[in-house]
């Protein structure tokens, strides 16, 4: 089925397809999956205009003072906003925004770690495979392997 979708369509929409199924034989975690959206179903208007701004802004290194400082909140009081209304902190939401961005590189373009770390954010290699691999179980060479037409026509 999804060698049609991506026949018929194209390879982003097939990857999008398998992982709204989460069709892998082999998997052991869902991770890998998860399709990161944003958590916005929520009121605080000050939160939602800094998901964007972060959302916009994700190559940069976000300094939650600075943020909540845009919205002239309190940092403590802000930080508790946030996590109230996406169940994360302002460095998770952070992360998981930078790592899905690296997931569109990983699938898109034949640039290597490093590019797509920087492309990202990130500055510190160890860190970044540290929480790609947290957040989608997966090392980004391995989630390159998985999930990029790229990589299957050079090792084809």
């Known amino acids: 089925m999804l060698y049609l979708v991506e026949k018929f369509t194209d390879r982003e929409t097939a990857v999008l397809i398998s992982k709204f199924f989460a069709i892998d034989i082999d998997r052991d975690s869902q991770s890998a999956f998860i399709l990161f959206n944003g958590q916005k179903d929520h009121n605080d208007?000050?939160?939602?205009?800094?998901?964007?701004?972060?959302?916009?802004?994700?190559?940069?290194?976000?300094?939650v003072e600075n943020l909540a400082g845009k919205f002239a909140v309190g940092r403590r009081s802000f930080e508790r906003r946030f996590k109230?209304?996406?169940?994360?902190?302002?460095?998770?939401?952070?992360?998981?925004?930078?790592?899905?961005?690296?997931?569109?590189?990983?699938?898109?373009?034949?640039?290597?770690?490093?590019?797509?770390?920087?492309?990202?954010?990130?500055?510190?290699?160890?860190?970044f495979r540290s929480v790609f691999k947290?957040?989608?179980?997966?090392?980004?060479?391995?989630?390159?392997?998985?999930?990029?037409?790229?990589?299957?026509?050079?090792g084809a």
């Not at 916009?56 to 976000?62: A, G, P, S, T, V």
């Not at 460095?91 to 990202?120: C, G, L």
């Not at 989608?136 to 050079?154: D, N």
């Open 84 to 127: 109230k209304a996406t169940n994360n902190s302002i460095i998770e939401y952070a992360q998981r925004v930078k790592i899905e961005a690296a997931k569109r590189e990983f699938e898109r373009s034949a640039k290597n770690v490093n590019e797509v770390m920087f492309d990202v954010g990130y500055s510190d290699n160890k860190a």
């Open 134 to 154: 947290k957040i989608t179980g997966l090392t980004p060479v391995e989630y390159r392997k998985k999930f990029s037409k790229i990589a299957e026509s050079a």
């Open 45 to 63: 208007e000050e939160v939602k205009q800094a998901q964007e701004y972060i959302e916009q802004n994700f190559e940069e290194k976000i300094n």
